[in-house]
């Protein structure tokens, strides 16, 4: 940790003096150089706080305003940042900031996963790795309100009853069960529509087998390491699947899409159909410490740093 001297916002950029920061499994990719990023330069990209200085140009901030971003480049482990207010986010009345930066990204990517990627449709059995995770409990509750028929893949009883509580009508637990056996007892041998995967490589191959002919394998994170290349003719031959690699960068491009998005996952908030599910909270001086049992699997639902 260093302390700088932070200039003005420049213009487009609102200074916000942050309150809590949003753990995400991102940032441990920045981290490990996994994902290559600028250097010197910060980790992190979630944070809600308070405007406090305003650049030139900018209209639709004030000295003040409770607000929250997700995404841009990194730097958000920070207790004051200059961001571009293209990519900033009013939080409502009636969320608190520590629900803002606990749901944002996480609740963004399920919005795109479940609604644009893959629109999941009322009665569709879904799979979803990781259902325990930021993103999975999210997606768990939206895919209930959907009305679809959730299925979960966590390790572990704790994980698993969280993933039950959290909208997911199935459960497999991973650490004692066949995930791709429970698959077929659940999908009566048809196999699935759909399989959103953020685990990678360790399960790429049960993954193409659980899907049933013209399903989609949905690739969005890598825990384990990048999946083999995908060949065209595997795809043919497992029953003319779909396979895609989607970002929050790509489904979030513009200030419009990052409006779109938020406003439905705040309206579903506000209204109870999504919780937060903040797990721990660390203080940014043991951002060490949070990347550890973030990576070890010792997390449950949102993590968050205090500046």
């Known amino acids: ?8 916002p420049a213009t ?14 991102q940032d441990c990719y ?35 305003d409770r607000v929250v971003y997700a995404g841009g480049a990194s730097g958000s482990y920070a207790d004051l940042r200059n961001m571009p207010a293209a990519r900033v986010v009013a939080i409502p009345d009636g969320m608190a900031e520590e629900d803002a930066a606990a749901i944002l990204m996480k609740g963004m990517t399920a919005e795109y996963l479940i609604t644009r990627c893959y629109p999941i449709k009322k009665d569709e059995l879904v799979l979803f790795y990781a259902a325990s995770g930021g993103v999975g409990l999210i997606a768990g509750q939206w895919g209930k309100h959907i009305g679809a028929r959730m299925i979960g893949v966590a390790s572990g ?71 083999p290349p995908v060949e065209a003719s595997l795809l043919q031959h497992k029953g003319s699947l779909y396979f895609t690699r989607p970002t929050l960068a790509t489904y979030c491009a513009t200030r419009e899409l990052i409006l779109m998005s938020s406003k439905k996952l705040f309206d579903l908030f506000l209204a109870g159909k999504i919780k937060s599910n903040i797990g721990k909270r660390y203080a940014m001086s043991d951002a060490v410490q949070a990347h550890e049992d973030l990576e070890a699997g010792r997390t449950v639902g949102a993590s968050l740093l205090i500046p």
């Not at 759909?194 to 890598?222: N, Q, Y």
């Open 1 to 8: 940790m260093e302390t700088i001297d932070l200039p003005d």
């Open 12 to 25: 487009g950029e609102v200074q916000i003096r942050q309150t809590v920061v949003g753990l995400n499994y």
């Open 30 to 64: 920045f981290r490990s150089g996994f994902y290559p990023a600028p250097l010197p330069g910060g980790v992190g990209t979630e944070a809600a706080g308070t405007v406090e200085k305003v650049g030139e140009g900018v209209t639709d901030f004030k000295v003040g």
């Open 157 to 227: 009883a704790e994980k698993c009853r969280k993933a039950k509580e959290n909208g997911y009508e199935f459960v497999i637990d991973r650490s004692r069960e066949d995930v791709l056996a429970r698959v077929k007892e659940i999908s009566g041998g048809a196999g699935l529509p759909v399989v959103f995967d953020s685990i990678g490589k360790a399960t790429f191959d049960t993954t193409v087998e659980s899907l049933a002919p013209r399903g989609m394998f949905v690739s969005f994170g890598t825990t384990t390491g990048a999946p």
